[in-house]
């Protein structure tokens, strides 16, 4: 009766009813018209949960920092608490609006007392607040929200005309759902189309005219079945699969930010490539993606190099190599990132609204976010990389088979050596040099003579003492010249240093990482210093992310440290030892050239330091290869902290490692002359000992030419690595890195420490799972993990039907849309993650299998208004193809596509200049490169293929799992004059004119372009554009020219050339109509 009046009066301006509490409530009449066409039963997931998400959540959700009044709407407890600035009153009382503030506020004409508030800059229309109304009424039951909740198999639904057209279980989950919007399928699509759509759809390729002719031809019942698996079985399945999860993966041949240097990862698009052509199962696919590195191999041996190249999605991220930023800063960015990503890519969560904050719509708290983020904050990486072409570690090495096999057998070589060395016996020898008396000719040294390369005692400015015709300079931050400052001091004269000024010794101190060496120096530390490097050969500090060695206070503690690009391709040891402050002490840097950290030493006023080793892990030369290679610069260097106020003096360098005595002679520890006034048989045990190193390193000539072969094996073993091709994966650190909650999403504001998990409402952690980044990859796999599996297949469908079950693919959340199909989402989650154990292939098999999918994609005005994005899918797929299919098949029906997989990125044609703007040159390809798939198209972010980018490729700059779709003429313009394009025409049109009946040539060209045979009115109208443009073409030669120097491709001189370009615009014509650009 209530309801029947409300339709009556629904006119008025305001109606009276009674509310269920037994008090009047003031119902406006537009809301009691709505509440009229309201469904007896509301869903609070379908219909209420979307009004106060959008419209109430802001205020009132799970975001505490925004919370007004201290309300929550999106929990019944809070709801229908006592509200905390009004007692006595609730905001929602089930079943009561009389004692409900909700239904006062939102009714209320009182713009200070309605909500939503003015401020807020939202507002309810009668709809909703007819349901928000209804709801009350009805009880106002909350529940979960739906993503959170673990799918259930419901059971396949059998409409009335199931048995005529359903033909697996997807049919009739959609033909049920048909029926109850009175709706019918479409018929069958068109056999031609029907193998566009699916070639396209499987492989990103259209199908030649002999096989379309072939499936024409084929009446057998599983015809259409032998397709499926011919094209699953391609190679260019997996090429088409990946241009999808390269977006999700953000894959880039580009660092990105404003400096966007190149950078090579294209191993890891191969390993998408392969792991789909494979048909790994997804699960793996997200395990190796994830945690590859901390994965068991076959028989339970070390990760698999695959493994390892899969752990590069998490290092595909932008990372910045401008200078001047703030290293931390970057590495934060990149954890978030993520972090980010793997909210996004495979639970399509956006857990980066928590950055800052708690999350205002999804409950994910702003702890939550740094839980995930723990997880990614593991490996030693740089904020700021190179600036040059090396990458940010750790990577991992790629050498092909026959550099692996000439790896191996240089390692074998070096290892063999090593023991040879190492098993040296040498006592016969050093006797008899001992007896001979040869220790005795060290008296007249006041410091090691034997590979001395420099020695700079500044009484004769910067001159090299051991060669007085080379002399140092003293330099400027970028290299300019500058005067050195000397100083008289009880030592004589020393070199005092501002910080910003350096010693460039020039030719001295240019080692290699496999070259023995020994640095020494007096230096004096004024008291307020506690950071600056004391020596080092590099380009500069953190611009090459030390590259070469050094020799730094940090936090008031001594780094020793070799590079070839830090930290991880690195060897770095902090010494233990305070360092006195104001008054000289003597440092002394050996290094034997193994490489190892043992290797690296540091003495201390003669002593040998207590180390602690940071990281052990040095695998590539430190030199740059390049013809002004840096030398040892002191007291300073590019872009870095300086030895300030500090003085240094009596600087040695060697071409050797020292032995711990002499390291104690250079620091006037011990002198030579002790020991040579004695017999061989008067020398103490210790004295023999130090001798004996002594002459092991210097005198034994055997033992010198082992050195000098084992030295040579590791050079050339260097050289060999050089061109071997290098890509970033993860690593853990021995040790965890602590993680904190970052106030306002600040690096520099941490909180309280937070450690690895995940948001409960999704899954809680289970014990059983380590916590590590396998442990979040087997929880994102979990059984009960609720998103997963609804994702992969959401996203999976979105492929094939052109919009998700979910139309927002990037949000389960409570801003995303609702299931178009709930019941069919989880039914294909639950088979593809339980029945199918994540195999793609059969799920894929499953959906193009389907009558749903192969259905005529034409439709009525009065169904693309009822269901504009054929959600309901009364009819066949259909849309734009994709940027890189409306390239690849204008590539592939001109014959000019080049078929192969993998490899590194191609340079096809685009505008000249495009990539001045970050100060580089665009080179385009001059091989059959040109030709590849667009899979392959280089991908720089800051300035994206044109082509591609005008077709709604993504930019790749972050996690992008739905492309937007655009409309815009440039569109046109660039199918019209793109070099691609007219080449492809031009092809065409080549063969259009070798063809004797233009009829039949037309009709080859229109189904290589469009997959279909052309009806007899388009064939007319193209054979009278053929012949008025070779009319036109045969009369102005030169317009025939223009059009066939697009490209590389060199056509038959034997032909007519008004003949080509004629057939050239029929092709280009073709190909720029909807029949071709648009899948049916």
């Known amino acids: 009766m209530i309801k029947y009046l409300m339709f009556l009066l629904a006119g008025l301006p305001l109606w009276l009813s009674e509310s269920p509490g037994g008090k009047d409530v003031k119902v406006p009449a537009d809301v009691a ?71 006062h506020r939102i009714l209320s004409d009182d713009a200070e007392y309605r909500m939503p508030t003015p401020q807020s800059h939202l ?99 599983d015809a259409y079945e032998k397709q499926v698996d011919r094209l699953l079985a391609s190679p260019h399945y997996g090429e088409r699969m990946a241009a999808d999860w390269l977006d999700a993966a953000r894959f880039a041949d580009s660092h990105g930010y404003s400096t966007d240097r190149m950078r090579d990862m294209s191993p890891y698009r191969d390993w998408v490539i392969r792991s789909f052509n494979q048909n790994m199962p997804y699960s793996d696919f997200i395990h190796q993606q994830l945690a590859g590195d901390l994965m068991k191999g076959p028989g339970n041996s070390a990760p698999t190099r695959d493994m390892l190249i899969a752990t590069a999605f998490n290092r595909l991220h932008q990372q910045n190599g401008e200078g001047g930023i703030v290293e931390e800063e970057f590495q934060t960015e990149y954890v978030m990132d993520r972090a980010n990503t793997v909210g996004d890519a495979f639970m399509a969560i956006s857990f980066g609204c928590a950055r800052c ?44 088979e026959k550099q692996e096999k000439l790896m191996q057998f240089m390692r074998s070589a070096i290892t063999e050596k090593e023991a040879k ?176 950290a043992q290797g690296f030493r540091l003495y201390q006023d003669g002593a040998e330091a207590p180390m602690e080793t940071v990281i052990d892990q040095l695998y590539k030369d430190i030199i740059f290869y390049q013809k002004n290679e840096p030398a040892l610069q002191i007291g300073g260097w590019w872009r870095g902290l300086g030895f300030k106020g500090g003085k240094v003096d009596d600087i040695a360098v060697y071409n050797r490692n020292l032995t711990p005595y002499e390291a104690r002679i250079l620091a006037g520890k011990a002198a030579w002359e002790n020991m040579a006034g004695k017999t061989a048989n008067a020398l103490t045990a210790s004295e023999k000992e130090s001798l004996k190193a002594y002459y092991q390193q210097v005198a034994d000539p055997a033992l010198q030419t082992e050195r000098q072969e084992l030295r040579r094996l590791r050079m050339a073993y260097d050289d060999s690595t050089k061109n071997v091709a290098e890509i970033m994966v993860m690593q853990e650190m021995p040790k965890p890195k602590k993680s904190f909650l970052l106030e306002r999403g600040q690096y520099d504001m941490p909180a309280q420490e937070v450690f690895p998990n995940t948001p409960a409402a999704i899954l809680p952690f289970p014990d059983s799972l380590p916590k590590n980044r396998l442990g979040l990859a087997k929880w994102l796999t979990n059984k009960e993990n609720p998103l997963t599996a609804r994702v992969a297949v959401n996203r999976f469908w979105q492929n094939f039907f052109g919009v998700g079950l979910v139309k927002t693919a990037e949000d389960f959340g409570n801003q995303g849309a609702l299931p178009s199909n709930p019941e069919l989402l989880d039914w294909l989650a639950i088979k593809f993650q339980q029945d199918y154990n994540w195999d793609v292939k059969q799920l894929i098999k499953l959906m193009v299998m389907s009558r749903t999918y192969r259905q005529d994609s034409h439709t009525s005005p009065e169904l693309l208004e009822k269901d504009p994005d054929n959600q309901l899918l009364a009819r066949g797929p259909s849309g734009r193809l994709t940027a890189e299919m409306i390239r690849d098949n204008a590539l592939a029906a001109s014959g000019l596509l080049n078929p192969k997989i993998g490899g590194k990125s191609i340079k096809p044609y685009q505008p000249e200049g495009l990539w001045e703007i970050n100060s580089m040159t665009y080179k385009a390809d001059t091989t059959d490169a040109v030709y590849r798939r667009s899979v392959y198209v280089v991908v720089k972010r800051s300035v994206p293929n044109p082509t591609l980018a005008t077709f709604d490729a993504s930019s790749r700059s972050s996690c992008i799992v739905r492309r937007q779709r655009t409309n815009t003429p440039l569109q046109a313009l660039v199918t019209l004059n793109d070099p691609t394009f007219l080449e492809a025409a031009k092809v065409i049109g080549e063969k259009m004119a070798k063809e004797q009946d233009a009829g039949a040539a037309i009709v080859q060209a229109y189904r290589k372009l469009t997959g279909r045979t052309p009806q007899p009115k388009e064939i007319g109208i193209l054979e009278n554009l053929r012949k008025m443009e070779l009319d036109q073409f045969t009369s102005s030669p030169q317009k025939a020219k223009g059009w066939l120097q697009s490209g590389m491709y060199k056509i038959d001189p034997s032909l007519d050339p008004a003949a080509v370009a004629a057939n050239a615009v029929v092709a280009i014509t073709i190909l720029n109509s909807d029949a071709t650009l648009t899948k049916r």
Not at 469 to 490: H, L, W, Y
Request: proline fraction near 7%; aromatic fraction near 10%.
């Open 33 to 103: 018209a709505e509440m009229a066409k309201l469904p007896a039963q509301l869903d609070y997931n379908r219909h209420v949960k979307p009004v106060l998400s959008d419209k109430c959540f802001a205020c009132h959700g799970p975001d505490k920092a925004k919370q007004k009044a201290g309300l929550r709407l999106d929990m019944s407890k809070n709801a229908f608490g006592q509200l905390p600035e009004s007692p006595g009153k609730v905001a929602i009382k089930p079943g009561d609006w009389a004692k409900s503030e909700m239904v």
């Open 123 to 221: 507002t309810l229309d009668a709809r909703e607040k007819a349901v928000l109304l209804k709801w009350i009424k009805d009880g106002a039951e909350y529940k979960p929200h739906w993503a959170f909740v673990k799918p259930q198999k419901a059971a396949v639904p059998a409409p009335k005309s199931a048995t005529e057209w359903a033909i697996n279980p997807i049919d009739n989950f959609i033909l049920a759902g048909l029926e109850r919007e009175g709706l019918r399928p479409a018929a069958e699509a068109d056999k031609e189309l029907l193998l566009r759509r699916l070639s396209l759809d499987i492989t990103g390729l259209p199908p030649t005219i002999e096989q379309l002719d072939a499936f024409v031809a084929d009446k057998n019942p």
């Open 357 to 400: 904050h708690d999350h205002k719509y999804d409950p994910v708290s702003h702890q939550n976010y740094y839980e995930l983020f723990s997880f990614f904050n593991n490996v030693r990486e740089a904020g700021q990389i190179a600036h040059n072409e090396d990458l940010p570690t750790p990577t991992l090495m790629l050498p092909d």
């Open 421 to 596: 060395i190492a098993g040296t016996n040498t006592s016969a020898g050093f006797e008899q040099w001992l007896a001979a008396g040869n220790y005795q000719k060290l008296v007249s040294e006041t410091i090691p003579k034997e590979g001395l390369q420099g020695f700079y005692d500044f009484e004769d400015s910067l001159s090299n003492a051991v060669n007085k015709q080379q002399k140092g300079a003293m330099k400027r931050d970028a290299g300019d010249k500058d005067k050195p400052v000397f100083e008289k001091t009880a030592r004589g004269q020393v070199l005092l240093l501002n910080g910003d000024s350096y010693a460039d010794l020039k030719d001295v101190g240019l080692f290699r990482r496999s070259e023995p060496f020994s640095i020494g120096m007096w230096a004096w530390f004024p008291k307020d210093f506690k950071e600056g490097v004391i020596f080092h050969k590099s380009n500069a500090e953190r611009l090459y992310n030390f590259k070469g060695y050094h020799l730094l206070m940090k936090n008031n503690v001594l780094e020793i440290s070799m590079a070839h690009t830090a930290p991880s391709n690195a060897i770095t040891r902090h010494s233990r030892l305070p360092v006195p402050r104001e008054k000289w002490v003597h440092l002394t840097m050996t290094y034997d050239g193994s490489s190892t």
